[in-house]
Antibody, heavy 117, light 109 residues
């Protein structure tokens, strides 16, 4: 069974940084594109970023380009999201998910990021 | 990178059918057969219900079906049950990036 556990969320001031992690088990991590998705309080889902199996290709939603960086460590079965220059509008629950046939195959419970002074 | 358009709400009585639309453009929904649908119950993580427009993952009831015509994809839930209540989001590949729909809350009356 695919399992994903996100961590690293918390309260941070505007302009600050956080690094989210996603530990996975139950599937061959290195075989999948991986994705971060977020959901602001009471709002819909937003695709944030995706990374290819070997890390050679990364894509981002325009609103985070230049501020967020997605990475992975296949040896540790882990996905990361480095978030810099955080804004209030980045406040959300962040989920990681593997992409399989262009769909999000499984989800963790998410980690909450709150950007506030 | 605009979100795909979904109606905010839909409803039906137990046993009835409800269909949710998801309208995009030729750059996303219309350009690829890579639309998926997710159910999200309150306070829970989303769950994949449909992928590649009309494919059902193992364990998803055949009451759930998907289709696409042009720039609009649709999810139909037949034989509505109380457990089907919740938010539904579409998700489409858009050539190197992805985009979600605005979400539809389904109420079982």
């Amino acid at each position: 069974e695919m399992q994903l556990v996100e961590s690293g969320g918390g309260l941070v001031q505007p302009g600050g940084s956080l690094r989210l992690s996603c530990a996975v088990s139950g599937f061959t991590f290195s075989s999948f594109w991986m994705t971060w998705v977020r959901q602001a309080p009471g709002k819909g889902l937003e695709w944030v970023a995706s990374i290819k199996q070997d890390g050679s290709e990364k894509n981002y939603v325009d609103s985070v380009k230049g501020r967020f960086s997605i990475s992975r460590d296949n040896a540790k079965n882990s996905l990361y999201l480095q978030m810099n220059s955080l804004r209030a509008e980045d406040t959300a629950v962040y989920y990681c998910a593997p992409l399989w046939r262009y769909a999000l195959d499984a989800w963790g419970q998410g980690t909450t990021v709150t950007v506030s002074s | 990178q605009s979100a795909l358009t979904q109606p905010p709400s839909a409803s039906g009585s137990p046993g009835q059918s409800v269909t949710i639309s998801c309208t995009g453009t030729s750059s996303d929904v219309g350009g690829y057969n890579y639309v998926s649908w997710y159910q999200q119950r309150p306070g829970k993580a989303p769950k994949r219900m449909i992928y590649e427009v009309s494919e059902r993952p193992p364990g998803v009831p055949d009451r759930f079906s998907g289709s696409k015509s042009g720039d609009t994809a649709s999810l139909t839930v037949s034989g509505l049950q109380a457990e089907d209540e919740g938010d539904y989001f579409c998700f489409s590949y858009a050539g190197g990036r992805y985009v979600f729909g605005t979400g539809t809350y389904v109420t079982v009356l």
